[in-house]
């Protein structure tokens, strides 16, 4: 029995990085299922397994996938009850955003940030094509880092065009395995050539009549970095579904409303119309962010749907 790092998931296939640095082609053993959870993908990039190797085939088969520290997961899809695992033992995450070409809405961020907060992994904001911006869209992307930066987000400004912006990342991501996730088309694969130009990953313009980016990342990968430490790219994602939440503690992963919630006067209040809610209180008084407050509203909507 050999043990290894899932660094590829296609659905049914897996490469597998083991101890000597070989990647092994490995599938898993008859039905698999990892502790209760409905996924669609019962192994994935960053898990920890155990597989046994056969000679003969030069290839592994999976037989137990090890303890998660953590892990980041979404819907499959939206007809779907069963959710996607993006990937296993992250010691951070990176959501990249563009104020343009595509625009990338703070509901977006925040599902990903609620996300990320209620699995325990770190996250950061990077946000691309500073150099496309004009006068407006720099107001709005400093308005967005001060309020992210302000929750305790660190954020990033890039130029992939210029490469302003990447010694700082490679420096953060050193001897870490990090996350990129993203909508399509915000310059994740174009990032990744650029830190490690040997990986001359295919990438595609963005789409000029939807102002979308196309996929081209398909499975979620995990790519070595010369500098020390590994990246997780995830395929592009259109929507970011909230999963697993009771929706009496959504708002316990929005920081700055949880700090604040312990002033309201019902332990159990939801931040709706309830009497003496503090948290009201600060979005009237500007002290939470009216965008991060609708946020949390329509997340709240979201789940109050699937609790009727």
Known sequence: MEKGLVIKSTGSRYKVLNKKGEVIGCTIKGKFRVKELRTTNPV???????????????????????????????????????????????????????????????????????????????????????????????????????????????????????????????????????????????????????????????????SDYHKQGKHVTTFPEMHKMPFEGFIIDSPGIRGFGVVDMNRNEIYHFFPEIFRISKNCRFYNCLHLDEPDCAVRNAVENKLIDPLRYKSYLNILEDENRKYR
């Open 44 to 206: 994935a990039v960053g898990d920890n397994v155990l597989f046994e190797f056969e000679r003969s085939t030069n290839s592994g088969i999976i037989t137990e996938v090890l303890e998660r520290k953590n892990y980041i997961l979404r819907k499959a899809s939206n007809l779907s009850k069963e959710s996607q695992i993006i990937a296993a033992n992250i010691d951070q995450a990176f959501l990249m955003i563009t104020i343009i070409l595509p625009e990338t809405p703070v509901e977006f961020i925040d599902r990903f940030l609620i996300t990320a907060e209620a699995y325990r992994v770190p996250a950061n904001i990077i946000i691309n094509k500073v150099d496309l911006y004009g006068k407006k869209e720099t107001e709005r992307m400093e308005y967005l880092i001060s309020l992210y930066s302000k929750i305790g987000y660190e954020c990033f400004r890039l130029s992939l065009i210029s490469n302003s912006g990447t010694d700082i990342l490679k420096e953060k991501m050193k001897d870490r395995i990090s996350l990129i996730a993203g909508n399509s088309g915000v310059g994740k694969t174009t990032l990744l050539n650029i830190l490690n130009p040997a990986l001359n990953l295919k990438t595609e313009e963005v």
